[in-house]
């Protein structure tokens, strides 16, 4: 075997185990009763607790570095963690339960506010981007806005594996959700303006913040915000609405969409990026700060040694 398919056969073990273990769990829940879905998620989320430590341990360090001040203590921390992983684990069961649901079932369970934002902004004719992040159940989104009869489309990055990317693309088209594949960048661009054109809402997740873009804070930390929604919605004149799907105390599911962000437009095409991308960067700051154990805490690149990016100061 040469050394480049042997280095890669542990990667395509792993993308066949979850493979074959995602098309159980969803076959499963099409045979089991709504009433035990709960119950299949609080499986999920102890024993993937216990399994998965080093993403815990990651998400308590971005904790520490990120809000130290608003959670001194180990135990607050390990609070949100554990709330966090509560959340997307619950999240992700019920995500695939849609699939065994109709459209008014949906409707029924999620209740939208403000979908009047979205009615004035689509009226333009000039599409929306639904600006949100990976929070809450954010994975619903599309099939909810599908379910009260939009034109729905998410900019998604797909894993490189092409069996686990078919599948997944298999369970969006039974959501009737479109997918706009991250990369290649240029042709996803394409088809973003495309979907906007067409007077779609199009889902922009532009909460990791590893890779080159406009510099700005983030819960206290220089990152990189990426420019996509910001030249988009200037190339199209499209509509930006932050979009969140908020768990409440009681585990009900609600789609908040927030009032349009107002982009600058000036002859300072720098000075407007990183202005705007402050903008969109607050709205997701905003939401995070407001329920930690909603986010993902997964979003920043690792610490490198001697890494001083976390310091308060632009």
Known sequence: MRPDRRSRLPYRIRYRVGEYLLRALVAGLGCLPASARPYMAGITERVSYLLLWRYRKRMHDTL?????EELPTDAARRTVVRGAWRNFTHAFVETFATLYMTRDELCSRIEIKGEERLREALARKKGVIALSAHFGNFAIIGPRLVAQGYDFSAV????QDRRFAALQNEYCARAEVNIIPARPRRQSVVQTIRALRRNEIVLLIPDEFKTAGVEVLFLGRRVPAPKGPITIAQRTGAAV???????DAH????????PEIEFLQTDDREADLRANAHLFVQEIEKMVRRHPDQWSWMGFRK???GDTSHANTP
Do not use: D, I, Q, S
């Not at 585990?251 to 927030?258: I, K, P």
């Open 156 to 159: 998604v990055k797909l894993p």
């Open 303 to 305: 610490p490198r040694k």
């Open 251 to 258: 585990n009900r599911l609600t789609l908040h969409v927030e």
């Open 64 to 68: 520490e570095r990120t809000m130290g």
């Open 241 to 247: 609405l932050p979009v969140f799907m908020v768990r």
